[in-house]
């Protein structure tokens, strides 16, 4: 009887002090659910946390998260896990009350934003974060706490990106090939192009496309003001990244909204594997909203 050959697949996390777990994989590949529960169980973290963190493939600029169906090479580079949770609510009452070492990968995931500049502590903020950052308890909740309160702690952040396509809206003119910066936060898309700082509520966003190479998506974004639609091209080597975000933060919104959900005449497939090129926003509305309002008074707001 041969024996399965079993190898061993580096899995990165954002822990300074052990910045690899290896998973042992039977074979050539396996698929990303298993390899995930696998890193998980290595860090000691709780099957029930597993919703929310994902196997990523890319570290700091991840550039997709993979499905649990996603088969996984055992010679990819750059496999990592890290936190998948955009609710700071969530992330208190069902991580941090309950599973120590998911509650320890939060915290390496917030010491990484502040080093990689995600998220932006004021000079005190900094002071107080280090005064809590003490080597005596493995897990400080009071850096975590405080940085959840800092902007961006719940947004994913795109730096590489250019607008694919020439791109107009309101007094905005912005060419093909315009470098951008895209936060995709809960509330919607800010956009940081050419000195100027553009928004778009989720609810304004009619429609998202994903191109067949997975290079770019496109946006398409309602003004109520001019009760027309404009197209928004985003390229980037993240875009699958961006898709995985979008559709998480349209999920929340269901949830927080009591939103419908989504139908299949509100996906558009193709190829023989059926693959989902296209989704109309379940959550798209017309009418203007509060949060569209106040978003207007500090950016550029598109959906105004």
Not at 64 to 83: E, G, L, M, T
Not at 183 to 195: D, F, I, M, P
């Amino acid at each position: 009887m041969e024996t399965e050959m079993h190898t061993k697949l580096s899995v990165a996390t954002l822990d300074e002090q052990s910045p690899h777990v290896k998973v042992s994989v039977p074979g050539e590949s396996a698929s990303a659910e298993v390899l995930l529960k696998k890193a998980a169980a290595q860090l000691g973290i709780k099957s029930r946390s597993l919703k929310y963190i994902g196997l990523f493939d890319g570290v700091e600029n991840p550039t997709r998260k993979y499905k649990d169906v996603d088969i996984v090479d055992i010679n990819a580079k750059d496999v990592s896990i890290q936190k998948w949770c955009f609710d700071v609510q969530v992330e208190k009452r069902e991580i941090m009350k309950h599973d120590e070492a998911a509650m320890k990968l939060v915290f390496q995931q917030a010491k990484a934003d502040i080093k990689n500049g995600k998220l932006k502590p004021t000079e005190e903020q900094k002071s107080k974060l280090e005064e809590n950052c003490d080597p005596e308890f493995s897990v400080p909740m009071q850096y975590i706490y405080l940085c959840q309160t800092l902007e961006d702690y719940t947004s994913a952040i795109i730096k590489n990106c250019t607008i694919h396509k020439d791109f107009r809206a309101k007094a905005i003119a912005v060419p093909s090939g315009t470098p951008a910066v895209v936060a995709a936060t809960r509330q919607g898309l800010r956009v940081h192009v050419a000195n100027t700082t553009c928004f778009v509520s989720w609810r304004k966003v009619k429609s998202w496309t994903r191109a067949v190479d997975d290079l770019y998506i496109m946006y398409e974004i309602y003004s109520v003001s001019n009760n027309n639609f404009t197209q928004l091209h985003i390229k980037s080597k993240q875009a699958p990244y961006l898709l995985a975000v979008t559709l998480e933060m349209i999920r929340i919104l269901q949830e927080e909204l009591d939103g419908p959900p989504f139908q299949t005449s509100d996906v558009q497939m193709e190829g023989e594997a059926n693959v989902i090129v296209a989704w109309n926003n379940v959550m798209f509305t017309t009418k203007p909203t509060a949060l569209e309002g106040q978003i207007a008074e500090r950016y550029t707001d598109l959906s105004a």
